[in-house]
């Protein structure tokens, strides 16, 4: 069984910044790609970032790239999501996902990521 356990998430102001943590287990990490998505309201569920499973090379999205960075810490076994210059559009569920290292997360395939958490809430007010 895959776990994922995402928090982090909250109420924050315009231009503010959050850190998201997704913590897993070592195994996941070794095998597994680790990529976040936002679930905006009324939106598709969309790929934001990954982390690559077998170098820890990273992506993020353009449209995100110099706001938001995603990192590990394998003492942890956490991946985080750290958001700065948060917009409204910001808005949304925030879900944790593992992709076999086999595929490329990059492509954000959502039946490629095989294990979700259960999302954590990002809310940005104006």
């Known amino acids: 069984q895959v776990q994922l356990v995402e928090s982090g998430g909250a109420l924050e102001q315009l231009g503010g910044s959050l850190r998201l943590s997704c913590a897993t287990s070592?195994?996941?990490?070794?095998?597994?790609?680790i990529g976040w998505f936002q679930q905006a309201p009324g939106k598709e569920r969309e790929g934001v970032s990954c982390?690559?499973?077998?170098?820890?090379?990273?992506f993020v999205v353009d449209s995100l790239r110099g706001r938001f960075t995603i990192s590990r810490d394998n003492t942890k076994n956490t991946v985080y999501l750290q958001m700065n210059g948060l917009k409204p559009e910001d808005t949304g569920i925030y879900y944790c996902?593992?992709?076999?290292?086999?595929?490329?997360?990059?492509?954000?395939?959502?039946?490629?990521?095989?294990?979700w958490g259960q999302g954590t809430q990002v809310t940005v007010s104006s």
């Open positions: 982390i690559n499973a077998k170098d820890g090379s990273t």
């Open positions: 070592r195994v996941i990490l070794d095998d597994y790609h």
């Open positions: 996902a593992a992709s076999p290292k086999y595929y490329d997360c990059s492509h954000f395939v959502t039946w490629e990521y095989t294990n």
